[in-house]
């Protein structure tokens, strides 16, 4: 091939280069993330990590956090009766970002969160069709749903030592997964929460407990005694039946 032949080659590559660069359309895309049964993941640093991927190829599209409050807990959980179906609001938590292109794509979200509880941390995934010029921003966007509830131990410290004898407090924080309280008249009822504990010594055999709720601290909680000397590990188990969630935290502690 001779330097002219080179030279058109060369050309024609380029023509085509800008042509199909002329044809990709920016397409904006809105991923909202709600707890199921309560509101949407809220926060402004990292609450949800969404990753956006061509589902045929696995090449990340765009990575980044969603942003903004949990939302109106009325307009939620109505499912947006007043507002034609639309549960979001401006403020409501959201992950956007606008995508340059130049073919329909199948494409993957894949939310994980909340990362600030990572004993609760869940990943859901969801697949469609994203087409070019066809923003997908009507109502509430792309929505994913996240089962689970938030369980926080907040006594005893993990690792903390007790003497045999001494009766050891064993409370936990539980909350749904967007971070919204359980109370006794609030729309996320304490009773429709059921948290055991299960507490073995030394690998033995496991012992059931169940938590009671304290309104003032807002906790679920009980008394363990340290009965004998060894390493005690406590699973905290929590479950709200009327939308199927649970959640798990774990906590161990030395009696000597």
């Known amino acids: 091939m001779n330097i002219r032949s080179c030279f058109r080659t060369g050309v024609l590559l380029t023509l085509l280069g ?15 993330v709600v707890a199921r049964g309560a509101k949407f993941l809220g926060g402004y640093r990292t609450p949800v990590r969404v990753t956006m991927t061509d589902a045929d190829t696995g090449n990340v599209l765009a990575r980044s956090f969603t942003s903004g409050t949990t939302g109106d807990t009325q307009r939620i959980l109505s499912k947006g009766k007043d507002n034609g179906g639309v549960m979001s609001t ?4 959201v992950f956007r970002t606008t995508l340059d292109l130049d073919r329909a794509r199948r494409v993957t979200v894949t939310a994980t969160g909340p990362l600030s509880q990572p004993q ?9 069709w994203i087409l070019p010029g ?3 921003t009507a109502g509430d966007g792309w929505l994913l749903e996240m089962p689970g509830l938030i369980v926080d131990v907040a006594s005893p410290l993990a690792y903390h030592a007790f003497k045999v004898g001494d009766i050891v407090p064993l409370r936990a924080g539980v909350t749904m997964m967007c971070g919204c309280g359980i109370s006794e008249t609030g729309p996320w009822r304490v009773s429709d929460t059921d948290v055991e504990a299960y507490v073995s010594v030394n690998g033995g055999p496991v012992e059931r407990r169940k938590l009671t709720f304290d309104p003032k601290s807002a906790t679920f909680g009980t008394a363990i005694k340290a009965a004998k000397p060894g390493l005690y590990e406590v699973e905290l188990r929590a479950w709200m039946a009327p939308n199927n969630n649970a959640g798990v935290s774990h906590v161990s502690y030395f009696v000597h």
């Open 120 to 128: 609760a941390e869940t990943t859901v995934t969801s697949t469609q």
């Open 90 to 93: 401006p403020d409501s938590a």
């Open 18 to 32: 800008l042509a199909s660069a002329a044809q990709a359309e920016p397409t904006t895309i809105e991923v909202r």
């Open 134 to 136: 066809h923003d997908l």
